[in-house]
Structures are given as structure tokens and as C-alpha cells.
């Protein structure tokens, strides 16, 4: 299983950005999907998870009503629409795929991590 996101740059506060992570091999549409993030000097964050369905979601708490997690299963993308972006948003946003079919935020519950996209919010 390969996961490539893409869809990182730099933007001004207050501004939008729409990430996607394509995978390719397994079957996509079994498992649960995240997106987490990691600043310098910090420690990987999670930020948005959806089920294997897309039915369920789950956010952190710093991103809930800005960020939208979403799925397409014919497509095999998981997307992280960003909106009202803050400087503290930047990081580098991975994808990641879980082994089960829920939603979850603990990295220790993903298995397959793609390489991250940067994301870098201007004041």
C-alpha cells in the first residue's frame, strides 16, 4: 500500500487549501483513513479521521469547523479541505491508513503512513 498526498503550499491567514491523499495497492475502501500533522520542534498531531464508509468522522478539537475530512472509494483519495487556515496550522500533513474500519486519532492505529505535504500559513 502506497499513499502519496499532495496539495501543500503557502498561503495567508484566513485563506484555503484543499490536500488529497491517493493509494494505490490493498482495497481503500475497507479501512479508516487520518490525516495528522507535524510542526518543528513538535510532536505528530492528529488532525481529522474518517471511517472506512466516510459515515464517521472525527476531528481535533483545533481544526473542528475549519477543516472537512472527506473520501471518494472509486477514486481511492481521502481529502482534508482547510479553510480560515491560522499560522499555527503549519506543518507537515501526512495521510495515513488504519487497520481497522473506523475512524480513529491515535497514530498507534494506522499501519501505512504516506510522506507529508507542507502547509505553511503567512500572518
Known amino acids: 500500500v502506497q499513499l502519496q498526498a499532495s496539495g501543500g503550499g503557502l498561503v495567508q491567514t484566513g485563506d484555503s487549501l484543499r490536500l488529497s491523499c491517493s493509494v494505490s495497492?490493498?482495497?481503500?475502501?475497507?479501512?479508516?483513513m487520518g490525516w495528522f500533522r507535524q510542526a518543528p520542534g513538535k510532536e505528530r498531531e492528529f488532525v481529522a479521521s474518517?471511517?472506512?464508509?466516510?459515515?464517521?468522522?472525527f476531528y481535533s478539537d483545533s481544526v473542528k469547523g475549519r477543516f472537512t475530512i472527506s473520501r471518494d472509494n472509486v477514486k481511492n483519495t481521502v481529502d482534508l479541505q482547510m479553510n480560515s487556515l491560522k499560522p499555527e496550522d503549519t506543518a507537515v500533513y501526512s495521510c495515513?491508513?488504519?487497520?481497522?474500519?473506523?475512524?480513529?486519532?491515535?497514530?498507534?492505529?494506522?499501519?501505512?503512513w504516506g510522506q507529508g505535504t507542507q502547509v505553511t500559513v503567512s500572518s
Open positions: 495515513a491508513q488504519t487497520y481497522y474500519t473506523g475512524a480513529f486519532y491515535q497514530p498507534r492505529e494506522y499501519y501505512y
Open positions: 474518517i471511517s472506512f464508509s466516510g459515515t464517521s468522522t
Open positions: 495497492g490493498g482495497t481503500f475502501s475497507n479501512y479508516g
